[in-house]
């Protein structure tokens, strides 16, 4: 189904994270082109080092808002295997510092984007 259509039928409160995820994934997909006509098209380097600012604003903001939610899914799929019993006592410190080496992840993820907008952003400046 488009995503767009999907809004029609959402109910007020279910939009809002649809709306930032399909931002999110257009600004993903037309990254990649941004930065290659940037290096092809130097004429328009002003214009096309503004849409890639703006594209990693939004990804920069989107690793923001997941930190909590991708923390919170670990610690409760720690408490979901061993309430289950799928962790034994002596696996249990192995599967937490794996979960906690996932949600880290997306720690690293969030640095790395914000060093890029932050160096575009230097960038813009000099240009």
């Known amino acids: 189904m ?42 328009f380097g002003g214009f096309m080092l503004d849409i890639g600012i703006l594209c990693y604003a939004v990804l920069t903001l989107f690793h923001l808002v997941t930190l909590p939610v991708e923390f919170d899914a670990s610690r409760r799929a720690k408490a979901e295997l061993a309430g289950l019993g799928i ?3 002596d696996e249990a410190a192995g599967v937490s510092e794996t979960l906690n080496a996932a949600a880290l992840t997306y720690v690293a993820a969030f640095a790395s984007s914000l060093v890029n907008l932050l160096w575009l952003l230097a960038a813009r400046r000099n240009n």
């Open 2 to 43: 488009n995503t767009l259509f999907a809004f029609a039928f959402l109910p007020n409160w279910a939009i809002w994270p649809l709306l930032i995820f399909t931002i999110t994934q257009i600004s993903s997909q037309i990254l990649p082109f941004v930065i290659i006509g940037g290096f092809f098209f130097r004429g």
């Open 87 to 89: 962790v034994q006592r």
